[in-house]
Nanobody, 123 residues
Framework: QAQLVESGGGLVQDGESLRLSCASAVRVVSTYAVGWFRQAPGKEREFVAGIDGGARRSYADSAKGRFTISRDIAKNTVYLQMNNLKSEDTGVYYC?????????????????WGQGTQVTVSS
C-alpha cells in the first residue's frame, strides 16, 4: 500500500515560490501516476498537476506556466515547483496516486492520498 507524505508548504507572499514534495515509502513514482490536488476552504478538491508512469505531465489551466511537476525515481519522490504564487493558490495541497500509469484530473480516481500540506499566499 502506498504511503505518501507531503512537505514544503508554508506562508508566502504574492509572487513568491514554494516547492512541495511528495515522498512515497514504496516504489510508485516510476510506475504509477501521481497527481497534485488542492482544496480551499468551502471548495471542492481540484486537480493541479499530474505525472504519469511515462513521465508525461499535465496541468490545470491555473497552473500552466507557473507550476512544474517532476519526479525523482531514486528518491521515490514527486515535486511540485510553484512560482509566482497568487492568493487564489491558497489551500491544502495533497498528492495522490492511483493503480494506473495514467494520470487523471478527477480526484475520485485516486486510491492513496497523503495527509496534505498547507499553502497560504498573502496579498
Amino acid at each position: 500500500q502506498a504511503q505518501l507524505v507531503e512537505s514544503g508548504g508554508g506562508l508566502v507572499q504574492d509572487g513568491e515560490s514554494l516547492r512541495l514534495s511528495c515522498a512515497s515509502a514504496v516504489r510508485v513514482v516510476s510506475t504509477y501516476a501521481v497527481g497534485w490536488f488542492r482544496q480551499a476552504p468551502g471548495k471542492e478538491r481540484e486537480f493541479v498537476a499530474g505525472i504519469d508512469g511515462g513521465a508525461r505531465r499535465s496541468y490545470a489551466d491555473s497552473a500552466k506556466g507557473r507550476f512544474t511537476i517532476s519526479r525523482d525515481i531514486a528518491k521515490n519522490t514527486v515535486y511540485l515547483q510553484m512560482n509566482n504564487l497568487k492568493s487564489e493558490d491558497t489551500g491544502v495541497y495533497y498528492c495522490a496516486t492511483r493503480r494506473s500509469v495514467l494520470a487523471s484530473t478527477n480526484y475520485t480516481n485516486y486510491d492513496y492520498w497523503g495527509q496534505g500540506t498547507q499553502v497560504t499566499v498573502s496579498s
